[in-house]
């Protein structure tokens, strides 16, 4: 049973290319930033730090009005807010806030960021963003990090990663995917399947270049469709097909990128599940997600996961997380429906 307003979602989804968005972190309404930003001034100067303050405020406010905070910070106290917050704040608390004061892209990019620079690559992060974010998204992502660090997206990925899973986020990163289209080309669907099918399950070995163009330059929509059909050639469906053809960074990438196609949301979800419910939980996992998608489609992610899991994001956030931790990421979820 879907919720009317998820309906509307899905219609206004196929008129243009825009993602259809269930963000949980809404505009404050009557909302004032000069009243905000002093909240947050004595909130720094009390004794020991007035955290739930911050928490309540910042996880209430989207990111543009807590730009306008943070304006309004400045101006007060003659100082940068995000410095001040860095100053009172520490742990995971500190690193959400300091989340917050990006912008979903900005965030994205630093993120990616941080995946590539130093020794090693932590991949995980990289599959996750590159493999999962929409085509627009991914335009927005380049933009934003060539201002933040004066270096190309493309570039940086291309010299820290080898090989076919290289080839594949780099054709992501290329943004070449087209627009979904109002018309159902069933003959397209019918020869990509079909493409698909003979470039891996048929055949000995893998004609991986040909899974890359297809997976990397149709719509979400269209693919869809194709991972459909494609089980009426292969005895295998799109995910077990990876699994059995390709390996290690590569097949993690195909998997992501095939899940987020046929549910975005839910692929969150379990990946969510996951991180809280793993051993040494994974807590970058989660404010990744979390502070990344409030504004995008974390309401959806939510309703997914109390769908797949029978019991509420929220629930398992206060099982598996503690103290402020728990108290921001419980305010970007918002009450439960």
């Given at each position: 049973k879907?919720m009317?307003?998820?309906?509307?979602?899905q219609?206004?989804?196929?008129?243009?290319g825009?993602?259809?968005?269930?963000?949980?972190?809404?505009?404050?309404?009557?909302?004032?930033?000069?009243?905000?930003?002093?909240r947050?001034?004595?909130?720094?100067?009390?004794?020991g730090?007035?955290?739930?303050?911050i928490i309540?405020v910042?996880t209430?406010?989207?990111?543009s009005?807590?730009?306008?905070?943070?304006f309004?910070?400045e101006?007060?106290a003659?100082?940068?807010?995000?410095?001040a917050?860095?100053g009172?704040?520490?742990?995971?608390?500190?690193?959400?806030v300091?989340?917050?004061?990006?912008?979903?892209?900005?965030?994205?990019a630093?993120e990616?960021?941080?995946?590539?620079?130093g020794l090693g690559?932590?991949?995980?992060?990289?599959?996750?963003i590159?493999?999962?974010?929409?085509n627009d998204?991914l335009?927005?992502?380049?933009?934003?990090y060539?201002?933040?660090?004066?270096k190309e997206?493309?570039?940086?990925?291309?010299?820290d990663?080898?090989?076919?899973?290289?080839?594949?986020?780099?054709?992501?990163?290329?943004?070449?995917?087209a627009?979904?289209?109002?018309?159902?080309?069933?003959?397209?669907?019918?020869?990509?399947?079909?493409a698909?099918?003979?470039?891996g399950?048929?055949?000995?070995?893998?004609?991986?270049?040909?899974w890359?163009?297809?997976?990397?330059?149709?719509s979400a929509s269209?693919?869809q469709?194709?991972?459909?059909?494609?089980k009426?050639?292969?005895?295998?469906?799109?995910q077990?097909?990876?699994?059995?053809?390709?390996?290690?960074?590569?097949?993690?990438s195909?998997?992501?990128l095939v899940?987020?196609?046929?549910?975005?949301?839910?692929?969150f979800?379990?990946?969510?599940?996951?991180?809280?419910?793993?051993?040494?939980?994974?807590?970058?996992i989660?404010?990744?997600i979390?502070v990344?998608?409030?504004e995008?489609?974390?309401?959806?992610?939510?309703s997914?996961?109390?769908?797949?899991?029978?019991?509420?994001?929220?629930?398992?956030?206060t099982?598996?997380?503690?103290?402020?931790?728990?108290?921001?990421?419980?305010g970007?979820?918002?009450?439960?429906?």
């Open positions: 879907m009317v307003s998820e309906f509307l979602g219609l206004s989804l196929n008129i243009g825009q993602e259809a968005r269930f963000p949980t972190v809404l505009p404050a309404a009557d909302f004032d930033p000069n009243r905000d930003a002093a947050i001034e004595t909130a720094i100067k009390t004794k730090v007035d955290e739930q303050t309540d910042l209430k406010r989207t990111y009005q807590r730009r306008e905070i943070a309004s910070y101006r007060r003659k100082k940068d807010m995000i410095t917050l860095k009172a704040l520490s742990g995971s608390l500190e690193t959400v300091l989340g917050l004061m990006k912008s979903a892209t900005q965030f994205d630093s990616i960021r941080g995946s590539i620079k690559t932590d991949e995980e992060t990289l599959i996750e590159l493999c999962s974010r929409s998204e335009v927005e992502i380049k933009k934003v060539k201002e933040m660090f004066k997206l493309e570039k940086d990925v291309a010299g990663t080898s090989g076919n899973f290289a080839k594949l986020l780099l054709a992501l990163v290329q943004t070449k995917r627009d979904p289209s109002a018309v159902v080309d069933y003959d397209k669907i019918d020869q990509d399947a079909r698909l099918y003979d470039a399950v048929k055949i000995k070995g893998t004609d991986v270049a040909t890359i163009s297809i997976m990397s330059e149709r269209h693919l469709k194709v991972f459909q059909k494609y009426s050639y292969s005895p295998y469906d799109m077990e097909s990876i699994v059995k053809e390709v390996k290690g960074d590569l097949q993690k195909f998997l992501v899940q987020c196609f046929e549910n975005k949301q839910l692929f979800a379990k990946r969510l599940n996951e991180a809280m419910k793993s051993k040494g939980a994974k807590e970058k989660v404010t990744r979390i990344s998608r409030c995008v489609d974390l309401k959806k992610i939510c997914e996961y109390k769908a797949t899991f029978g019991q509420s994001l929220q629930q398992t956030i099982e598996h997380t503690k103290g402020d931790y728990q108290k921001v990421l419980l970007l979820c918002g009450a439960e429906e």
